[in-house]
């Protein structure tokens, strides 16, 4: 049966898909293949962060190991610049899974605030080393090889790239919060001590929850290398990202399906936009920043959770409404 | 490299660590009374350097009697902070939310220093900044003398506040346990608001001898939290104690890995032994075990 939550789902996947044969100005297309890389690594950082509670503000590790996996392989392996460099992808997410779990090793050992902090602690790790190692190329970045698209389709490949991943992050994040692991992640959340007592082994669910996490957000860091072309240490792994992913999910709905795709495509398309809008970058961070407060001060529980309660209260309102009438009646 | 140069790099590290400490003891001040990470420690400090550099261009006024205005202005602009935004943060998400409001607070900052100060480089100068005297030997910059003595009184202060007064009492009580504070008739808000107000103020001292040594600029920021934030960390959150060593202990070491493998290592040894610190004591160094944080 087609019930109608599935179908909202379909028309939001239809319109994805249909946008950029219908707008093709590159300007609003690239806002689109970085607003879907986003919605990706949002949904599938909420996959962890948002289920179990443990905030990682250290996602960048993730994006950066994929970008500079897949730069490295396809330097080392000699790929031509075409469709090629699209299959190592999922390269790229796979070594970024491979780094999470020493990382979540080490991190996941203590409870959450000093979690929070000790991601923070080891993304500068990763970014230091970015920049001091030789074979990262340092300061200098590197570069890929050059993709001889032409300029007016150049967007689509990576749009429907960044599209599939958004999508498979989408479903596996819907198939693990109905799952029975699902379920371990968020007893984990509510009361870490009690679930520890009723059973859930919970050093090694967090870990496994941590490390499937990172794979998306690695492949999102592939494309976006394969996107543009050349990769530095500050830009993939950048602190911004790391807090961004984070507001993304916050905004939207900690915890919820809906809410880091929405959260991510409205935040994203809106910092894409300002940026273009403000060359000023001072004017800028103090937009973003106040509307990041109101946000957190106002919605905390995210804007998903938001209507849908005042869509709650109204129905209840309703409800109130007829039994006064009922009681009139009788 | 010789054993002279380690001893100069010790020393160094423990003069220079000890503006850390005293930045890191009012980030850990926070956190042990009010449960709020606040990120924003890293731009107030670049806030308090920028307030020394604007009254010392603009007016004439010397750094150390600079601090007679920008310590109290920054202990305002803290309780303004804690009062409009951080006394509405509630609900069990407390730690995760304090961490995205300072967080929020401190990109509004960076962007107004940005537009005031623009995004070049700047020092602090006065006479003892380039200047150095000769002690056993070694030449140390006057400044590193002056930033650790200043370290030395605030520190001091701050004990004598903490530990000989009837406020130090309300403090270390709500420290300990806040609930039961309040069950004894202390005003935890007022506590709160005072300490937040408190851990910022000292970041006006750390700015002015961090700009005096370092060129600075708003995004100077991200260097300095996270390094805060490693050495509350490193040290026990909630520590002032541990603060206080790990502050003087990581400047120190960092210092004496840029002599002995060469400065591009110094940062990355930082963060590394943090992380081997933690995977041998979860609760950092002077950190009490932590059973069930909700």
Not at chain 1, 136 to 165: C, D, H, M, R, V
Not at chain 2, 142 to 153: E, H, R, S
Request: hydrophobic share 55%; with cysteine; aromatic share 12%.
């Amino acid at each position: 049966m087609l019930r109608a939550r599935n179908v909202w789902w379909i028309l939001a996947l239809g319109a994805l898909v249909l946008f950029p044969l219908i707008e093709t100005n590159p300007t609003y297309t690239t806002i689109g293949v970085f607003a879907l890389i986003f919605m990706g690594c949002a949904t599938s950082w909420n996959m962890f962060s948002g289920y179990s509670g443990y905030i990682n503000l250290g996602s960048a590790v993730s994006y950066g190991v994929g970008a500079y996996t897949l730069t490295l392989l396809a330097d080392h392996l000699h790929v031509p610049g075409n469709g090629d460099l699209f299959w190592l992808i999922p390269v790229g997410g796979l070594a970024a899974m491979i780094v999470a779990v020493p990382v979540g090793l080490v991190a996941l050992r203590v409870r959450r605030h000093t979690f929070v902090v000790i991601t923070i602690a080891i993304f500068f790790v990763f970014q230091l080393s970015a920049i001091n190692f030789s074979f990262t190329g340092g300061t200098s970045g590197l570069q890929l090889p050059l993709i001889p698209w032409l300029e007016t389709n150049y967007n689509k490949p990576f749009y429907y790239a960044a599209l599939a991943i958004t999508v498979f992050a989408a479903l596996l994040s819907a198939a693990v919060r109905r799952s029975r692991f699902g379920l371990q992640l968020l007893a984990i959340r509510d009361d870490e001590d009690r679930a520890a007592g009723l059973g859930v082994k919970v050093f090694a669910v967090k870990l496994a929850g941590f490390t499937m996490s990172a794979f998306a957000v690695g492949m999102g860091g592939a494309l976006y290398a394969v996107f543009l072309g050349q990769i530095y240490p500050q830009f993939v792994f950048d602190p911004i990202f790391d807090i961004s992913i984070a507001l993304m999910a916050i905004f939207g709905g900690l915890g919820t399906l809906t809410g880091p795709l929405l959260g991510a495509l409205v935040l994203e398309s809106m910092q894409q936009y300002l940026t273009i809008r403000f060359s000023n970058g001072s004017l800028y961070l103090i937009i973003f920043g106040s509307l990041f407060l109101v946000i957190v001060l106002f919605m905390p529980q995210g804007i998903v959770v938001y209507l849908s309660d005042w869509r709650s209260r109204r129905a209840a309102q309703r409800v109130e409404g007829a039994r006064v009438v009922v009681g009139e009646a009788s | 490299m010789n054993g002279t140069a380690v001893l100069h790099s010790i020393i160094d590290g423990v003069l220079t660590g000890s503006v850390y400490a005293l930045m890191a003891t009012g980030l850990t001040l926070i956190f042990g009374v009010m449960n709020i990470i606040n990120v924003a420690q890293g731009i107030f400090v670049i806030l308090g350097a920028y307030l020394s550099y604007a009254l010392s261009v603009h007016l004439g006024i010397d750094l150390f009697v600079g601090l007679a205005i920008t310590i109290p202005t920054l202990f305002v602009v803290g309780i303004v902070v804690e009062r409009v935004f951080l006394s509405r943060i509630k609900g069990p998400e407390r730690v995760v939310m304090s961490i995205l409001v300072t967080y929020a607070i401190s990109l509004v900052i960076e962007g107004v220093l940005n537009m005031v100060f623009s995004v070049n480089y700047v020092e602090l100068h006065a006479w003892y900044v380039n200047r150095s005297v000769r002690v056993f030997g070694f030449y140390l910059p006057y400044i590193y003398l002056l930033g650790f003595a200043l370290a030395v009184v605030l520190l001091g202060a701050l004990y004598v506040m903490l530990y000989r007064t009837r406020f130090g009492s309300s403090v270390r009580a709500s420290l300990a346990d806040q609930t039961s504070a309040a069950l004894v008739g202390i005003n935890v808000r007022r506590v709160s608001t005072v300490c937040f107000g408190l851990g910022v103020a000292v970041t006006a001292a750390g700015g002015m001898i961090y700009g005096a040594t370092n060129a600075f600029n708003a995004s100077s920021s991200y260097d300095l939290i996270s390094r805060l934030l490693v050495i509350i960390v490193l040290g026990g959150m909630g520590s002032i104690g541990g603060a206080l060593i790990a502050g003087i202990m990581m400047i120190t070491i960092e210092d004496l890995v840029a002599v002995v493998w060469g400065p591009v290592w110094s940062n990355l040894a930082f963060f590394l032994i943090l992380v081997v610190v933690l995977s041998l004591r979860p609760q950092g160094l002077f950190g009490k075990p932590s059973v069930r944080v909700a």
